[in-house]
């Protein structure tokens, strides 16, 4: 195969306080897309004014913002799919990377992340490690955040923080669903799945995702992302095995971490399913 040629696409809402730091992980990138749509969702802070400033300082970075308000909260109910949407309709290259703005990129990522299209394969896993910035998210990490020394990689869902894929299976399975708040790039990797597009994975492509940073945010966000998965009834089973161990967590106690962290773990368990329950009937 010879030289192929990769659009990068982002979506932001009111992200001034972290856009400036992604942005610079992306000017650190060892490869460059040849081109990087970021679509807004209309923007109430200085989020624009930031990357219009970078972008005129950087323009061989080849950065495109897309304002579209109706990639928003008040006009969708999944704005974070109809923004990837928008952005992938205006790509004009044959692979799409993905990844999320509140993220900051390893120095490789993107050079990594489109490498296996040489095997010519349809989709590309990549890898999120959490980036610490206090105690609070040293021990959520070391709880919740998938280790890849324990990855089944056959079964593995990337998340759109870190993933690249043909346009043509992004076409062919209609794009990403907008009709749920989360949980949307999951929808979508299982669609892709059905529709039996190859998928490889690459270790190396690693984006650092900021995980919560308080014992409310943790609650608060198992509540959220769950009910994307409620309201789309994936990890069905899961959900239903679950309810067992809020009334026996032995899952709990015979994890010697999360024991050590018993009210941690048992909330977020808790808190997940009181979202998914909410997603079921949403």
């Known amino acids: 195969m010879g030289t192929i040629k990769v659009s990068l696409i982002t979506t932001i809402f009111n992200e001034a306080d972290n856009i400036q730091a ?3 992980s992306y000017r650190r990138q060892t490869k460059i897309a040849d081109e990087f749509i970021i679509v807004d969702g209309g923007s109430l802070d200085d989020s624009v004014a930031i990357i219009e400033k ?84 040293k021990i959520y990490a070391d709880i919740f955040m998938p280790k890849l020394e324990n990855l089944d990689i056959d079964a593995f869902l990337p998340s759109s923080r870190s993933v690249a894929f043909k346009k ?44 919560p940073k308080s014992f409310k945010e943790a609650i608060e966000k198992a509540d959220y992302y769950a009910r994307g998965d409620g309201k789309k009834r ?22 010697p971490l999360r024991r050590k962290h018993f009210k941690l773990s048992y909330n977020v368990m808790l808190h997940y399913q009181l979202g998914y329950i909410k997603g079921l009937f949403s």
């Not at 923004?83 to 900051?104: P, S």
């Not at 992004?170 to 989360?182: N, Q, R, S």
């Not at 994936?234 to 994890?255: A, D």
Request: proline letters at 3%; one cysteine or more; glycine letters at 4%.
């Open 54 to 137: 970078f972008s005129n300082e950087n323009k061989k970075l080849n950065i495109k913002i897309i304002i579209d308000r109706t990639c928003s909260k008040k006009n969708v109910l999944g704005p974070i799919a109809k923004g990837r949407n928008v952005a992938i309709k205006n790509a004009k290259n044959v692979y799409i990377a993905v990844t999320d703005a509140g993220c900051i990129l390893d120095d490789r990522w993107f050079e990594e992340i489109i490498k296996p299209f040489n095997n010519n394969v349809d989709v590309v896993c990549g890898w999120y490690e959490a980036h610490i910035e206090n105690d609070f998210q």
């Open 22 to 24: 992604f942005l610079e």
């Open 234 to 255: 994936i990890f069905l089973k899961r959900f239903l095995g679950r309810n067992f161990f809020l009334l026996f967590p032995m899952n709990i106690f015979m994890n």
């Open 168 to 211: 043509s299976c992004w076409a062919k399975v209609k794009g990403y669903p907008d009709d749920t708040l989360t949980a949307e790039d999951t929808v979508f990797d299982m669609s892709l799945k059905r529709h039996g597009c190859s998928f490889d994975f690459s270790e190396k492509a690693i984006v650092y995702w900021s995980c």
